[in-house]
Structures are given as C-alpha cells and as structure tokens.
C-alpha cells in the first residue's frame, strides 16, 4: 500500500472498530474474510449475515448509511490521536506476535521504536521506599542505555518508572486501560502531559473509554507484549502484577525481578517468582547485559575510561557518608554535593540499592543507616 492507501485503511478500520455491538472477535472474523477494512465496510448484506448476529448486523447498516468514514477518523486526528490497525505496516511487530493482538491500538506521541530493545517495568501500586527507589533507578539506567521502557503509567512502581526515564532523557511509553485521552490515575498527570513528547501513550480502547477493572487485564498483555522482557520491582503474592507475568511468560518473554527482604510482604511476590526460575535482576547492568545477549546488539555506553574510573571511585565513597543514625536520602545525597562528589541523583540512588542488596546498610521507611555487618 502507498501512503495513501493506508490512509484510506486506518479511516475504514477506525469506523469498523468502532460499531456498537461489534467486538475484537468480530472485527477479527470480518477481516480475515474481507482481506481490509474497506472490503469489509463493501460486503454484501447477505454474506455479512452469514458472520454477524442479527443486532451485530443491525448496528453494522446503520453505520454504514451514516457514511462517516472519513469526518469521524478527522476527529480523532483532531485529538491529537492516530489509529494504527493490525493490517497497518506501522503496527509493532512485538504485539502482532502475541496470542491475541488488539485489531488496533490509539496513539498519541510515537510508538515504541522496533530497532531498540524494551522493558516493561511493573510492580505494586502501594509500594514501600525501597520500591520506589528500585524502580527509579533501574528505569533511569535503562533509558539512559537506551532502552523503551514500557508501563502502564499506574500508582506506584509504574508511574515512579516512567517518570524516571523521562527524566533520564530516554523514550517510556504508557499503556492505559482507558481511553489514550484521559489520564489515570489523575495524580500522574504531570507524566502523562511529558510522555507523548519523549515516548507514546498507547491503548486498544477508543477514546472517552473509562477506566474499569475488566479492562486492566487486557492492557497488561500489551504491556507484556510490546516488550522483549518484563522487570517486576515489587509485588505481593496476590496481585496484578503477576497477572502480567503470566502473560509475559505464555508470550515467551524473559522475566527479572528485583529481589526483596523474606520478611516484607511486598516483595512475597517476586521472590515467589525467584523460587520457579524467574532471573534475579541485581542491578541494571544484570538486565543489559541480558538484552545485549539476547538480542544481540550493542547498547549505549560510555566510551570514557577517566569518566568510568571517577564515577566508580564516587560510588565506592557513598557509604563514607552513612552512619549508624538513619538520614534521608535528601540528606545524604546533599552532604556529598557539598564534598563535591560528582554522581548524579540515580547513580546515587543506584549504589544505595546496591548497598543495602549487599547488607552493608539498611533501611526504615524513608531512612539509611549503616547496618553494622561489615563490622
């Protein structure tokens, strides 16, 4: 198809899926027997009769006598939005090679980028400060390597991730189950207006869709989907979040999971996922390295050997500035500017994660302090 047929294409497909009473599953069976959209908007009443159910079908001659094909697509693009169907050349190849793809999916910014590698980063909505600082900073190392970091801009663990990599200057995309127009949860609004200008915010759902429960395990598969492998950052026994892991592993996508305490109940879940095979992400280098081996390509990194070596002796000073009474990481992290260390905030907020993974220093709620093991 040239440009302009694939104009015309995404017209029909956006009209065809959005028929009152007409379902994935239809549009599905529909094309597979029309070969385009626009075959199937021309298809005789009596063999759309022979797929559709008698209201299926009702709904569908009443949409076709509108004859709004190209107006109601025109409003769409008015929104600041694109719809890109399966049959589109555009469509990411990742998702269309799921069990069910969407028939299409809503865009607002870009789609993620197919020559570079994704991670979806997932984890709790309640999450404790050692989730919150995990997800920063794997997030940030991984956009900053050049990574799609892909989410589904949610409370917690998923809105702290994107955040981050738009803060490192990389490409996050946000999947949404409700319309791409409208921001949920309200409190990331701030993230959802930044993204489409560094990433995209994607959905199967049209726009003015609300959020609703039922539609959250349809968005996680796309999550899972659009990714080459899954980082879970916090999650209980019972949660969504394993939800997605599930989908991600009949996808046949790669699992990580950020290790935690036996004794927190956030992190029941990922070290539940440790226990059946799931790989232990240690730090952002483990996933990297990971990626590089497994799609075979060559990552960002820097090219500097001075600069390696004085942040590597920066971030072996970090513990030179805890003690055993416990201090913010605002606190911390502003004594060592003072001394003129040079680590920028995640790479702080990465040797703390180290630290305290390594037990050589700990945690309580918002607070660090020396933990006396290496004593």
């Given amino acids: 198809m040239n440009n302009e047929e694939m104009e015309k294409e995404r017209e029909f497909s956006y009209w065809l899926c959005n028929i009152e009473e007409i379902g994935r599953i239809t549009v599905s069976r529909l094309m597979q027997k029309a070969g385009s959209a626009e075959k199937v908007y021309r298809m005789q009443e009596d063999v759309l009769a022979g797929i559709l159910t008698p209201s299926q079908l009702a709904g569908f001659m009443k949409a076709r006598q509108e004859k709004k094909v190209k107006q109601d697509y025109q409003k769409l693009c008015l929104k600041g939005m694109r719809f890109i169907p399966f049959s589109d050349p555009e469509y990411p190849r990742r998702l269309r090679a799921i069990p069910d793809p969407p028939n299409g999916i809503y865009v607002r910014g870009g789609l993620p980028e197919e020559e570079k590698p994704a991670v979806a980063v997932i984890g709790a909505r ?86 609703k429960s039922i539609f959250f395990p349809m968005r996680n598969r796309i999550i899972s989907g659009l990714s080459d492998m899954v980082l879970v950052v916090e999650a209980r026994k019972k949660s969504g979040t394993l939800i997605t892991v599930d989908m991600a592993l009949e996808q046949g996508k790669e699992v990580f999971v950020v290790p935690g305490r036996v004794t927190d109940a956030l992190s029941s879940g990922c070290n539940e996922l440790i226990r059946q095979g799931a790989g232990v992400a240690g730090s952002p280098a483990v996933l990297l390295e990971e990626l590089a081996r497994s799609r075979s390509i060559l990552l960002q990194k820097t090219a500097d050997p001075d600069k390696v070596a004085s942040e590597k002796q ?62």
């Fill in 314 to 375: 920066a971030e072996d000073d970090v513990e030179g500035f805890l003690d055993f009474t416990p201090r913010t990481v605002d606190t911390i992290y502003g004594e060592m500017k003072k001394r003129g260390l040079s680590l920028t905030l995640p790479q702080f907020l990465q040797r703390l994660l180290e630290l305290q993974m390594e037990g050589r220093i700990r945690q309580e709620g918002g607070y660090f302090f020396l933990s006396g093991e290496k004593f």
């Fill in 126 to 211: 309640m999450c404790s400060e050692y989730g919150r600082y995990a997800a920063a900073q794997y997030a940030a190392a991984l956009s900053g390597a050049g990574v799609n970091v892909i989410s589904g801009l949610a409370r917690g663990i998923d809105g702290i991730s994107q955040e981050a990599a738009l803060r490192a200057g990389g490409k996050t995309y946000a999947v949404l189950g409700c319309g791409a127009d409208i921001c949920y949860p309200v409190e990331n609004r701030k993230i959802y207006d930044k993204i489409p200008g560094q990433g995209g915010i994607l959905s199967e759902f049209p726009p003015g869709t609300s959020p």
